[in-house]
């Protein structure tokens, strides 16, 4: 497919996703700036910008640009805050907060992903703090975060995230079983106070690790 047909698309794609809501014009410039063509596999490039997840290696996805887009605006991002990112997977999610000017500190617990997210981003010239681990269990040296955003299927909340996360703070986290997740807002009032908001449903992979799924 030729670059020109991907653009053409792409901008169809940005218009589809400010007709299903997505206001923020931060967002959706960071979705018009950053080429998912490059976190695609190869054989999925002609699809790169409808809006539907694609297969990743290791039985993983790349999430459905609607997806990014919706959990990216509900973070309320500002310039300069930290964002921790649990499941890395490709790549293109640590992308589009970097693009948006955040520090981002990104966990994958699959090190092939890791590879192959770090490849992309390095190529990109991005800045994106990452590691192999299980992300439910945070990462203390980093913390407290000012986002926190989980980008796989969680049974509940892990606590090691919620106390990571500064006050005032929050986190947005699909919630559910394996087959359908409801997208959740955390926000930390107070030490001990949390607010929940509740939104649409989702179907992400499973969160794997000591606070999430067991394998
Ligand atoms: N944000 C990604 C992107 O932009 O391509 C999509 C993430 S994919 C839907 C979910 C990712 O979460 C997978 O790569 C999976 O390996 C990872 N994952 C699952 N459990 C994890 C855990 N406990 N810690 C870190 N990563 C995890």
Known sequence: MDDRKLL????ELVDSLRNKG??????????RKVPREL????EYRDR?????????????????????AFMT?????????????????????????????????????????????????????YEVVQKIDDGTTGWREFAPFDRILVTAAAPQSPLPLLSQLAIGG??????????????????RKTTIEFET?????????????EQGWTE
């Open 197 to 209: 908001e509740e939104f649409a449903s989702f179907r992400f992979v499973p969160l794997i690790g």
């Open 8 to 11: 053409r698309e792409k901008i």
């Open 73 to 125: 605006q509900l973070l309320e991002i500002s310039p300069r805050i930290k964002v921790l990112e649990i499941g890395t997977g490709s790549g293109y999610q640590s992308c589009i907060l970097a693009e948006m000017d955040c520090k981002v500190y990104s966990i994958e617990r699959i090190p092939e992903l890791y590879h192959y997210a770090k490849e992309r981003i390095q190529k990109l010239g």
């Open 48 to 68: 790169t910008y409808e809006d539907n997840a694609l297969p990743l290696i290791c039985s993983q996805t790349i999430s459905q640009p609607y997806t990014v």
């Open 39 to 42: 976190f695609v596999l190869d």
């Open 170 to 187: 929050f986190m947005v986290i699909p919630i559910g079983d394996k087959s359908t997740q409801i997208m959740k807002r955390i926000t």
């Open 22 to 31: 997505i206001v923020d014009e931060k967002v959706l410039k960071a979705i």
